[in-house]
């Protein structure tokens, strides 16, 4: 039997006359839909429905934009996850920079003070330098060995 195909009228021996009349049409009404829905959960067809192509285009409208939220969400919380791990990292940074501070603090005025190293410094080449005011060649030296002279 096909139904879909040719517009058919039910008779009396049809178990699905409201399906039936769906036949052919060219749009269906909600109202219709839900008979024919009626018709097969009597029968004891509960695992599936006949739809509108309204509703059919509204769910996948709506399905689209709940794939669209999904990946919103997954994007949310992976950088949420990577503004904790930084949070954690800054967190840390900011304990060793108190600590210094502190430890700097409670140094006396007479002490000199230097700057931690940091990793990768490389100051080698600037301690091997003597400072310029040491250096009898720099111009500040020599003109003022020829004012004193």
């Given at each position: 039997?096909?139904?879909?195909?040719?517009?058919?009228?039910?008779?009396?021996?049809?178990?699905f006359?409201?399906?039936?009349?769906?036949?052919?049409?060219?749009?269906?009404?909600?109202?219709?839909?839900?008979?024919?829905?009626?018709?097969?959960?009597?029968?004891?067809?509960?695992?599936?429905?006949?739809?509108?192509?309204?509703?059919?285009?509204?769910?996948?409208?709506?399905?689209?934009?709940v794939?669209?939220?999904?990946?919103s969400?997954?994007?949310?919380?992976?950088?949420?996850?990577?503004?904790?791990?930084?949070?954690?990292?800054?967190?840390?940074?900011?304990?060793?920079?108190?600590?210094?501070?502190?430890?700097?603090?409670?140094?006396?005025?007479?002490?000199?003070?230097?700057?931690?190293?940091?990793?990768?410094?490389?100051?080698?080449?600037?301690?091997?330098?003597?400072?310029?005011?040491?250096?009898?060649?720099?111009?500040?030296?020599?003109?003022?060995?020829?004012?004193?002279?």
């Amino acid at each position: 039997m096909n139904l879909f195909n040719s517009k058919k009228t039910p008779d009396a021996t049809s178990k699905f006359p409201k399906l039936e009349a769906l036949a052919g049409k060219a749009v269906v009404a909600t109202a219709d839909a839900d008979a024919a829905n009626e018709e097969l959960r009597a029968a004891g067809i509960t695992n599936a429905a006949i739809i509108t192509e309204a509703a059919y285009n509204a769910l996948a409208e709506k399905a689209g934009r709940v794939d669209a939220a999904e990946k919103s969400a997954n994007d949310l919380k992976a950088e949420n996850a990577t503004l904790k791990g930084d949070n954690t990292t800054l967190k840390a940074d900011l304990g060793t920079a108190q600590a210094e501070v502190k430890r700097l603090g409670a140094l006396g005025g007479d002490k000199p003070t230097t700057a931690a190293k940091a990793e990768g410094d490389d100051l080698t080449a600037e301690a091997g330098k003597t400072p310029s005011y040491f250096d009898p060649n720099a111009l500040h030296n020599q003109e003022a060995a020829a004012l004193l002279s």
